[in-house]
């Protein structure tokens, strides 16, 4: 069973940056790519950026593309850098696995962590 914890939360202001981990364990080589969503009160949740444990291929939400960065270490540890923080990207962050190719919808993820909130103030 594949597990996964975020991690890097918390309280920012407008522009800050803020970098959020997520830690893999398990049997990661069934995983083909790890994605990051959010979800704000009320709203459903969305995608924000996934790639492929091998490098292939990395894709952004164009709400985020050119502020946040995603990254690994290794195949058991993504990373997610969120520069120039705006109120809007208020949420909790999940970290999501799948054994899919070039998927960004969160159905096609099958594994998930627990969230970590990070809240933007003005």
């Known amino acids: 069973q594949v597990q996964l914890i975020e991690s890097g939360g918390g309280l920012v202001h407008t522009g800050d940056s803020l970098r959020l981990s997520c830690a893999v364990s398990?049997?990661?080589?069934?995983?083909?790519?790890l994605g990051w969503f959010r979800q704000a009160p009320g709203k459903e949740r969305e995608f924000v950026a996934a790639?492929?444990?091998?490098?292939?291929?990395t894709n952004y939400a164009a709400s985020v593309r050119g502020r946040f960065t995603i990254s690994r270490v290794n195949n058991n540890t993504g990373y997610l850098e969120m520069n120039r923080l705006q109120v809007e990207d208020t949420a909790i962050y999940y970290c999501?696995?799948?054994?899919?190719?070039?998927?960004?919808?969160?159905?096609?993820?099958?594994?998930w962590g627990q969230g970590t909130q990070v809240t933007v103030a003005s």
């Open positions: 999501a696995a799948t054994t899919r190719v070039r998927v960004v919808e969160p159905k096609r993820y099958i594994y």
């Open positions: 398990g049997p990661t080589t069934s995983t083909y790519g």
């Open positions: 790639f492929h444990w091998r490098g292939d291929w």
